[in-house]
């Protein structure tokens, strides 16, 4: 008789003991160094998995427990993830930071001088990768069983950087110096088809079941990331897909005929689909390596999602039951289609059997009403990339608008603004209309957005099914934006509040209020965003020569450079500052520090001269020894996550003025709002919902609503006859014109004037007077100190609502109907 053995599961220590036991040792065994060789990187590296395993640890005891209970997960698709820096996040959440501070110092390192190698992923753009990450850490600490599938591309985002004051953009070799942080796992590797044709199967009566035969082959080889939830044992995981060239997808032959060079060019043609994320926010690309993108994500992910269905279920009756899919907006759309093909062509799954666990499995998150942004395809390259999958759209149009056409007989307008397919020159496929069809439910990400959603973009829609159609408004994870961003703050709320229960309970927060009527309270609260902002000011100062007064009001506009944000009316503002100043230079003037954050996408030629504007103009104020006085502007380059962190924390003035009707929701709203930034802002998205509860006492709004805003397009919009009409806005156009920015080359701005005069999309012009007035509103706000300080605490205090662990228990509560899976120490 052999002795039982103890089953095998390790897991590390939970002493300090025990921790700097692990330091060394992975320094010596994974990273094969000493304490007196090692370099800046292999300290880094060796923290990072010491962290790393406490969480391994974690993970393996949910998926101990996701495996005893069986439950139903949610699988979230997204092309896009911005996950933010990793190592002070993973610090918190095991709570090693603690140990970590004093180990370095013996070491003679600082946990500062170690974060620089800490490289954010940068596999996304903006609101909407952000938005997925904030998901999956909330999802994470409700202990929602969830697993986050995306792309590993091999560049993110690029690297923003200016020259002469125009925007630059350098690649983003996120992953030179090695990620600690992710896991490959090679035998989860799936093959993934395009191209080829299809052939109808003899023994299927219905003709609607046919077998694909690819032309091309890929591997999908997965990495994935470990999510953990702050306050419990729960470590989720988010899964990133990476081509590789399949034996099938060159062609072997070749190699025996000479033809080397061109068979590696089918290899290296099948590892680009990973090889870049598109930087484009909110536009649309229609380019074909794009939708390879998407086909690679999703064929990749479900067919993993299905490999873990059947690690514990069988049969498809129950498929939905135990999986649900969210879409983040069209991007992974094919989905739909794609499990139709699998349930119908290779699992011999009867249509509308399939059809009906296909809708029942899928949701789809809208998030945008720009019509430029909704992806559309062309049916001739879905024909040629995919052809079984537009054969499969054909099917489920067709039995769609049967039903359009028996709820509305003789309606054929209703058919042709319904159907999948937009008919025209050239046909092409409406990726959210596949969306809304094949989804149990669909959501918009703020009131407003929601509600013109339904009247304008998917009205026909949301008038056939009403029951579809919800509103889930955006949060953001109050941990890595409140906590992380902002230490200092995080202690006064923690003093007030008496623990730390906020985090997880962001309505708690609320208890701040009486305190704003607390002198000494108030008198904190102004030395902590006082000692923000000297921090961000020398950060600033490094990477821009330009050094900001940190008593100034800090005037903050960061996002993606795009029209319908708007950042041309702030420099209307500035400008008109500027002129001000110049007639007027012994008045007394509110000083204050304008700051920019934002790239633009690399073809967005108007934007990227606004860029360069932006500097332009900063350049001028920043040396005019007069004006600089009394206002700087900054633009720090390369905008992302990490950034965001310095930045809002120091921020007192939130500029969210996008036009009216145009901005889904917004995020960066919301941080800032939370880390005690008063908004200036437009009844736009989520702003509105943030006033709501703020209170108007405690919120600049200015402009058009969104009603105002269409009747004036409506009624034919002339910016001119605002120009016109305006004489210091005429004077902050004329001064562009000028040259004044230009060293007196009238040309170079020219442009940026023609968009203002001519069209001005967004009506810029037409919000101009009421902005600005809003803004001697806010400089007077600003000299009252106290009030204004009071005002602060409110917005944070108020803003508890605004957390992403409201957003998803909502999402679990209205969309996914999923309980959570309590995972033991
Ligand atoms: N958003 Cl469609 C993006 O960041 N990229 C996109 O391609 C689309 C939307 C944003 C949107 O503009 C913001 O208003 C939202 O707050 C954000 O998505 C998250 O919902």
Redesign the pocket.
Known sequence: MTEARPRLRRTVGDSLEDFERDLISNLYYQRGTTIESASGPDGYHTLAVTVRDRLVDRYARTAAAHYAANPRFVYYLSAEYLLGRQLRQNLLYTDTERWVRPIAEDLGVSLEALEVYDVEPGLG????GR?AACLLDSMATLDIPAVGYGIRYEFGIFKQTFRDGQQVERPDDWTFYGNPWEFPAPDDRQLVGFYGTTKADPKDPTGLKKHWVPGETVRGEPSHMLVPGYGTQTVNIIRLWQARASRESFDLARFGVGQYVEAVDDIVKAENISKVLYPD??TELGRELRLKQQYFLVACSLRDIIRRYRLRNSGWEGFADKVVIQLN?THPVVAVTELMRLLVDEHGVGWDEAWTITRRTFNYTC??LLPE?LETWPVRLLERLLPRHMEIIYAINHFFLEEVRAAYPGDEDVVRRMSVIQEGDERRVRMAHLAVVGSTAVNG?AELHTKLLAETTLHDFAALWPERFHNIT?GVTPRRFLRMANPRLSTLITEALGDEGWLTDLERLHGLGTAADDPAFRAAWRDVKRQNKVELAAAVERSTGVLADPDALADVMIKRFHEYKRQQLKLLHVITMVNRIRADPQATYVPRTVLFGGKAAPGYHAMKLLIQLVNAVADVVNTDPVIARHLRVVFPPDYNVTKAQFVIPAADLSEQISLAGK?????GNMKLALNGALTIGTLD?ANIEIRDRVGADNFFLFGMDAPAAAALRRSGYSPRSFYEADFELRLAVDTIASGAFAKGDRSVFAPVVEAMLGRDEYMALADYRAYVDCQDTVADAWTDTERWTRMSILNTARCGFFSSDRTVREYCEQIWKVDPVRVNP
Do not use: Q
Request: glycine content about 22%.
């Open positions: 753009n903006g609101g909407l938005l926010d909110s907006d998030h945008t942004a990400v955006n901005e889904a929701s917004g995020t998205g």
